[in-house]
């Protein structure tokens, strides 16, 4: 059994007891008083002010490690009970790391999960396939995709024209990317640049250290591990400030925060927190790149050591509001035009934003 539920287990048969010594008093004191009236008192819902929270391992967990540091801290002291409780966040987190997005959706799904963080693209086709009952409370990664070379011929998106690119993710976000920066940079994908396509990343790192490729498509960490291996491969083109180039009011974004619709609904007051203590583990991150990525590292997130030299480039942040509500759709929006299937086949409602 893990920290969290020897503790909500403790939690809770405390609070079974103090209940039923509660219930024990009110029978004793409702004998002895037969005649007095029953005063009902308006109650508001009780929060629970637990979050089942679930992450990907890769940048979009990385801004979730000072929140899990602290939480456990928290469990210290909770399981002490000789020492004073100096809790450092709002809520008490249950948190959970996986491989792959197939490992959280159907927990998410099914109610096992309150929140997770998740391809932006996955979101809304988790809105569409549960009729509207997954809320989007934050972007939580921008861009984190790279044009790399092992040369010096690409200086902007207008000298890849000609060129041989090397890419994994097909049908996916490196795809959608690559090819709207190029259509709206005047080039056509498909005539005037080759994409060869790769069943995953690891396959263009080694393409680029044999020499069969020069140019490729990388997202962080992998461009980190491949210029561990390859001492003259540079980053060309950081597509994540192309895309804010083109200035029309959306980005490039990977990661996003969601959480089941029923539950936001339920806890108002714990999803306020939780974007609270999110955003502050995301400034500490942010802001102590070294300490952070030890933090990533001991979570078994990514190795430390690429960690550190990869955070300053996995653009983790915490956007919420109408900010958020704006990247996010117009992010959406040019995946909807490039595959409807790529959204869940249509476009979300206002009500996929939180507070939208």
């Not at 096992?112 to 998740?118: G, K, N």
């Not at 921008?142 to 200086?155: D, M, S």
């Not at 044999?210 to 498509?217: D, F, H, K, L």
Request: glycine share 8%; charged share 20%; aromatic share 6%.
């Amino acid at each position: 059994m893990n920290l969290f539920k020897k503790s909500l287990t403790l939690l809770l048969a405390l609070a079974l007891t103090l209940s039923l010594a509660g219930c024990g008093q009110e029978e004793e004191d409702t004998a002895k008083e037969p005649d007095a009236p029953e005063v009902e008192e308006p109650t508001e819902p009780e929060e629970t002010g637990v979050v089942r929270l679930a992450a990907l391992k890769g940048p979009t967990a990385m801004g979730l490690v000072k929140l899990m540091s602290d939480n456990d801290a928290q469990f210290v002291q909770m399981l002490d009970s000789s020492q004073p409780h100096d809790f450092l966040l709002n809520n008490i987190y249950e948190t959970s790391l996986a491989a792959a997005a197939d490992e959280v959706t159907p927990s998410l799904i099914k109610g096992d999960l309150d929140m997770a963080c998740v391809p932006a693209n996955l979101a809304a086709t988790l809105y569409q396939k549960t009729e509207g009952e997954i809320v989007t409370l934050a972007v939580n990664t921008l861009g984190v995709i790279y044009i790399v070379e092992n040369g010096n011929a690409v200086q902007s998106m207008a000298d890849l024209r000609g060129k041989t690119i090397v890419s994994a993710g097909k049908g996916s976000t490196p795809e959608y990317a690559l090819r709207y920066l190029l259509s709206e940079n005047g080039i056509d994908p498909d005539a005037d640049v080759t994409i060869d396509w790769k069943s995953e990343h690891a396959e263009c790192v080694s393409a680029l250290a044999t020499g069969s490729a020069t140019i490729a498509v990388l997202p962080q960490p992998f461009v980190t591990v491949a210029q561990g291996k390859i001492d003259s491969l540079r980053v060309a083109l950081d597509l994540t400030e192309e895309w804010a180039a083109l200035d029309n009011g959306s980005a490039l974004l990977t990661g996003v925060v969601v959480a089941r619709k029923e539950f936001v609904e339920a806890n108002p007051v714990t999803v306020a927190d939780f974007l609270e203590d999110y955003a502050a583990s995301v400034d500490w991150v942010n802001d102590n790149t070294a300490d952070a990525a030890q933090l990533i590292g001991e979570y078994g997130i990514v190795d430390a050591a690429v960690a550190e030299k990869a955070l300053p480039y996995c653009n983790i942040v915490c956007i919420t509001g109408e900010e958020m509500q704006e990247k996010l759709s117009g992010y959406l929006q040019v995946l909807y035009d490039a595959d409807p299937a790529s959204v869940g086949g249509a476009l979300p409602e206002a009500d996929f934003y939180y507070g939208g």
